[in-house]
């Protein structure tokens, strides 16, 4: 799908969950079923002509101003990331030449193998993974022992079934999974990978077609997840993203349990036996 399709499908299903009702629009009269807004409604509502926002919608405006986006933003009702992901749609990114593979340095990797106790990976913005310690191969699954094509982060979680086991809460990890692919390919530009991704899993995945198709959005480098390990049992861990200044495209992950929780005993037990 190219980025013309992507801003497009995204507009338009922002415009399906907004009735005209809800920006002050009186009912239609003429017996269409459309949901949502039509693209002339929405026009209305955010005070352009109908002709702009058509050609905006199919990504055939150039440098759009941001009360305009603001404008439209605010009758979509948009989140702050879903306006951050029309933002990078809009700009014109295709050109840009792409960025040679990540590789982790020698010493961010030693980095991670000196964390010890604490669960730590590098991944790329697309959620490749570069390197695991040992403790979150044990917690996760050994990336390094599969192919090198297939270290993916999502790509685990949606099709091999054991991350079912890991994540308790599957249905939510997929969504947020799916959610974050989307925001890497709205900033790609150039870069073939997200967009590999999304071809990859939507024919192999029902499950990540389904929550593709909801075109939901996330930029979150943190929060908490529960995870169950079938010697120790499940854990509920925070986990924070952090961006080396000098390496802007790899991303360090670690998984941390609350001071003096059963997680932490539950995760110390588990380094005791990684």
């Not at 009269?29 to 352009?48: C, I, K, N, P, S």
């Not at 530009?189 to 996330?218: C, I, K, M, N, Y």
């Not at 003096?260 to 005993?265: A, K």
Request: neutral net charge; aromatic residues 6%; hydrophobic residues 45%.
């Amino acid at each position: 799908m190219s980025r013309q399709d992507e801003l497009r499908e995204f507009l338009r299903s922002r415009r399906a969950r907004v009735s005209p009702r809800e920006v002050g629009l009186p009912a239609r009269a003429d017996g269409r079923r459309v949901r949502g807004l039509r693209r002339e409604e929405l026009a209305l509502a955010a005070g352009v002509s109908a002709d702009y926002y058509t050609r905006m919608e199919q990504g055939r405006v150039g440098n759009v101003s941001d009360q305009v986006l603001e404008a439209v933003a605010g009758v979509l009702r948009l989140n702050p990331e879903e306006l951050r992901h029309l933002r990078e749609l809009i700009a014109d990114r295709d050109h840009e030449p792409a960025r040679p593979p990540a590789r982790p340095r020698a010493a961010l990797r030693m980095m991670l193998d000196l964390l010890g106790p604490v669960p730590a990976l590098l991944m790329t913005g697309v959620l490749d993974i570069l390197a695991i310690n040992r403790l979150g191969a044990a917690l996760l699954t050994d990336f390094e022992a599969m192919p090198r094509a297939e270290r993916n982060e999502i790509r685990w979680i949606f099709l091999d079934p054991r991350a079912r086991d890991v994540f308790p809460d599957w249905e939510e990890v997929a969504v947020e999974a799916a959610a974050w692919l989307r925001g890497a390919l709205g900033r790609a530009g150039a870069d073939p990978r997200p967009q590999a991704l999304v071809d990859e899993l939507t024919a192999r995945s029902a499950d990540f077609a389904r929550h593709w198709a909801d075109h939901r959005v996330t930029y979150c480098t943190y929060g908490a997840k529960r995870l169950r390990h079938p010697d120790v049992g499940t854990m509920t861990l925070n986990w924070e993203s952090f961006a080396p200044t000098a390496d802007p495209d790899v991303y360090l992950v670690v998984y941390t349990a609350p001071t003096g929780s059963p997680s932490e005993e539950r995760l110390l037990a588990l380094a005791e036996r990684a």
